[in-house]
């Protein structure tokens, strides 16, 4: 492959990228290609060194979006991410893939006790307020009682839900860190 | 070598050089495939996410032969982030000689 053919693939391969961005990453190619051939090095030898252009475009184009997921945290931004991941072949994410969604229905689950917890300690306390003015309405325990375990099961649901949340900023950042570990490691 | 000891170290192994001096692209790919064998194409992915991160800035200087050259410069943040891979790598490598070199005392 010589230098334009190289070239030309990895401009294909970037597309979408900004193309201020594009002609950035070009210019170190061109670069390359320059100072090796200055260096008494054949095109087609500084092509096979550099390796294949459109890996090499996947792995910019898998970078921009891990980054982009870092910048603007966004569950779309994440699954941009993991797909362009995908495309450049990391079986093992098949294999994590699983496990992902295992934790990510684990979140959901955290999310709905925390959002029940909160719910029925309102409803408690809430009634308990209520009851006097409606003589229909007996409820069993004291009004203490009913309004102390209202305000705890509050209380522990606010604080599970804020758990959550610190929860899901972990593994988003974890999930990025591994896709990252991913990149470093398989291109070749 | 195992392909993926080598692809995790070139990090370290790219900071640790930019910690010496200022280096263009050529410089770098050539002088670490001297060392191991990987494609010379990692690398500028690899720098261009440093300059993305903040680790390094670049700046153009001109050459006696042929285009003004691209040099990398190191930043604070990785020099930071240099001493953490490096004593992660420290540690790693020190545990692993304790296996091999080790006696066997069970």
Redesign the interface.
């Known amino acids: 492959m010589n230098r334009e053919k190289f070239i030309e693939q990895l401009r294909d391969g970037l597309s979408g990228l900004p193309e201020s961005e594009i002609a950035d990453i070009l210019y170190d190619y061109n670069e390359h290609f320059e100072i090796g051939s200055s260096k008494g090095k054949t095109q087609e030898e500084i092509a096979l060194e550099l390796g294949n252009p459109q890996t090499i475009a996947k792995s910019y184009r898998v970078n921009a979006k891990i980054t982009k997921a870092e910048k603007n945290p966004s569950p779309s931004n994440l699954i941009k991410a993991l797909l362009a991941a995908m495309t450049l072949g990391f079986f093992n994410l098949i294999f994590v893939l699983g496990p992902f969604l295992g934790v990510i229905g684990l979140l959901f689950g955290l999310y709905g006790i925390s959002i029940g917890f909160v719910a029925g300690g309102m409803g408690s306390i809430l009634s308990t307020l209520a009851a006097p003015f409606f003589s229909g309405i007996h409820i069993g325990v004291h009004p203490i009682t009913s309004i102390s375990i209202g305000t705890g099961l509050t209380a522990l649901g606010v604080l599970l839900l804020i758990g959550s949340f610190y929860l899901t900023k972990f593994l988003y950042q974890l999930t990025l860190k591994y896709l990252r570990w991913n990149l470093d490691v398989i291109t070749k | 070598m195992n392909?993926?000891f080598k692809?995790?170290v070139?990090?370290l192994c790219v900071l640790s050089l930019l910690t010496k001096r200022d280096f263009?692209?050529?410089e770098l790919?050539e002088y670490i495939?001297q060392h191991v064998d990987?494609?010379?194409?990692?690398i500028?992915?690899?720098?261009?996410?440093f300059r993305?991160d903040g680790y390094v800035t670049t700046y153009l200087q001109e050459s006696q032969?042929?285009?003004p050259?691209?040099y990398y410069k190191i930043k604070e943040d990785g020099r930071q982030a240099f001493k953490e891979l490096l004593e992660e790598w420290e540690e790693f490598t020190a545990r692993v000689n304790e296996i091999i070199r080790g006696d066997l005392n069970e």
Request: proline share 7%.
């Open positions: 392909i993926q692809k995790g070139l990090e263009y692209g050529y790919v495939s990987i494609s010379d194409g990692t500028y992915p690899l720098l261009r996410r993305v032969e042929g285009p050259r691209k």
